[in-house]
């Protein structure tokens, strides 16, 4: 079975361009998470997604940072413009959000190394 | 910001030795999940607690949620190189999906 797919694995810009990261979640999977790690900070909640409406975007850093989930099987993060701290590891997961308890297990992508220079 | 301030940061052990790596808070959580990450690739669930002083084991590996659902352990018996990786706790908020991750614990066991 395929597992959480995120494109492109490794990203290389140029500060102030668009950057637009990809996830396609597990199939019937009705919660999509992304996070950033990084040293300094370990890893972080940006976004969640509960049935492709945006539950809590808290974490994202500021406005240059967006997320989107058309539907049910795709999510984007989009930076724009991009800046040199925003170098890091972004990561994508998903999960089956149960009715009762919150105890999911959320599986992560391999996650894409994005640098910006 | 709710916090989970995870120790040792760094741990460089000998095959066979036994370690214990601790996950503290001043928050309580509903459940507490930990994680390893091997490099490359995104983190894998190794265990959920969910009662206060719940132990679980899986393998050589013995995982106990605090009392007080602050804090938890992590006991590796007899390391081996396939545990090196990064560990991860993480608590849930009450009532939500979303995940608190710890600062980490970056695991090398040497043959």
């Known amino acids: 079975d395929a597992g959480v797919i995120q494109s492109p694995r490794h990203e290389v810009t140029e500060m102030g361009q668009e950057v637009t990261l990809r996830c396609k979640p597990i199939?019937?999977?009705?919660?999509l998470f992304w996070y950033r790690q990084t040293m300094m900070r370990g890893l972080e909640l940006l976004i969640y997604?509960?049935?492709?409406?945006?539950?809590?975007d808290s974490g994202m850093p500021e406005d240059r940072f967006s997320a989107k989930m058309p539907n049910a099987s795709f999510s984007t993060l989009k930076i724009q413009p991009s800046e040199p701290r925003d170098s890091a590891v972004y990561f994508c997961?998903?999960?089956?959000?149960?009715?009762?308890?919150?105890?999911?297990?959320?599986?992560f992508g391999p996650g894409t190394r994005l640098t910006v220079l | 910001t709710q916090l989970l301030e995870q120790s040792p940061q760094f741990l460089s052990i000998q095959e066979g030795e036994n370690l214990t790596v601790y996950c503290n808070s001043s928050?309580?959580?509903?459940?507490l999940q930990w994680y390893r990450q091997e490099p490359g690739e995104g983190p894998v669930l190794l265990v959920t607690?969910?009662?206060?002083?719940e132990v679980k084991k899986l393998k050589r590996l013995t995982f106990q949620f605090g009392d007080a659902r602050k804090d938890s352990s992590l006991h590796i018996t007899a390391a081996q190189p396939g545990d090196t990786g990064l560990y991860l706790c993480?608590?849930?908020?009450?009532?939500?999906?979303?995940?608190?991750f710890g600062t980490g614990t970056r695991l090398q066991v040497f043959p």
């Open positions: 997604f509960n049935n492709n409406v945006p539950i809590d």
């Open positions: 997961a998903s999960s089956l959000a149960r009715l009762a308890g919150n105890y999911n297990e959320q599986f």
């Open positions: 928050s309580v959580f509903s459940s």
């Open positions: 199939s019937g999977h009705n919660s």
């Open positions: 607690v969910v009662t206060g002083g």
């Open positions: 993480a608590g849930f908020h009450f009532n939500t999906d979303k995940l608190i």
